[in-house]
């Protein structure tokens, strides 16, 4: 168990509805980042927040959204889903500051049909 | 140019082989480098982790950076079954800034 926590394991859901991932960092960490793989792909950076606000963007689509709450879980939101967004969506977090490592969760599994 | 580079394989080996795997990559900034394993269909999972330049060994796996080269490596002795995953480079700059390599997969055969 790696400490980050993210739900629903898996998911199978139809086009054109909306679904939201949600990630509960590793004790301490102030970080989250999200990240897309698909299938035999690389990880894609979406986006990332550090204690609240956010600090990054990567290759997100506007369909797509996040947050991180002020308990520093975080949820991603996706919309209008496509076929194509079918994936394994990651969470991973970091301390923010110190030690550079991230530290994954054990990812969502999106199923578009 | 892509600012990471990784061979994806895949890469076979017979049990008991020694591994190399490595990275090149093109930004100086980096000053922090990482190796995760990846199974399949799993979340990457922290293996070796090195700041600048030399070597770092831990157990069976060694991590190797020059940064006068921008090349990373890791070498696995007396590879097993059990190694066989998808392995990822990650590096980063003094900021919040991760960069993933695409991955190799490697494959050890009993």
């Known amino acids: 168990d790696s400490g980050v926590t993210q739900t629903p394991k898996h998911l199978i859901t139809a086009t054109g509805q909306r679904v939201t991932l949600r990630c509960s960092p590793r004790s301490g960490d102030l970080s989250v980042y999200w990240y897309q793989q698909s299938l035999d792909q690389g990880l894609q950076f979406l986006i990332q927040y550090y204690n609240g606000e956010e600090r990054a963007k990567g290759n997100i689509l506007e369909r797509f959204s996040a947050q991180q709450f002020p308990d520093l879980h975080s949820e991603l939101n996706l919309s209008s889903l496509e076929l194509g967004d079918s994936a394994l969506y990651f969470c991973a977090s970091s301390p923010g500051s110190g030690a550079n490592v991230l530290t994954f969760g054990a990812g969502s599994r999106l199923t578009v049909l | 140019q892509k600012e990471v580079e990784q061979d994806p394989g895949p890469l076979s080996v017979p049990e008991g082989a020694i591994v190399s795997l490595n990275c090149t990559y093109s930004n100086s900034a980096f000053q922090y480098f990482m190796w995760y394993r990846q199974y399949s269909r799993k979340g990457p999972e922290l293996l070796m982790y090195?700041?600048?330049?030399g070597n770092k060994e831990d157990g069976r796996f060694t991590a190797q950076v020059d940064k006068s080269s921008k090349y990373i490596s890791l070498f696995i002795r007396d590879s097993q079954p059990s190694d066989s995953a998808t392995y990822l480079c990650?590096?980063?700059?003094?900021?919040?800034?991760?960069?993933f390599g695409p991955g190799t997969r490697l494959s050890v055969l009993p």
């Open positions: 090195t700041y600048s330049s």
């Open positions: 990650a590096m980063n700059d003094y900021g919040q800034n991760f960069v």
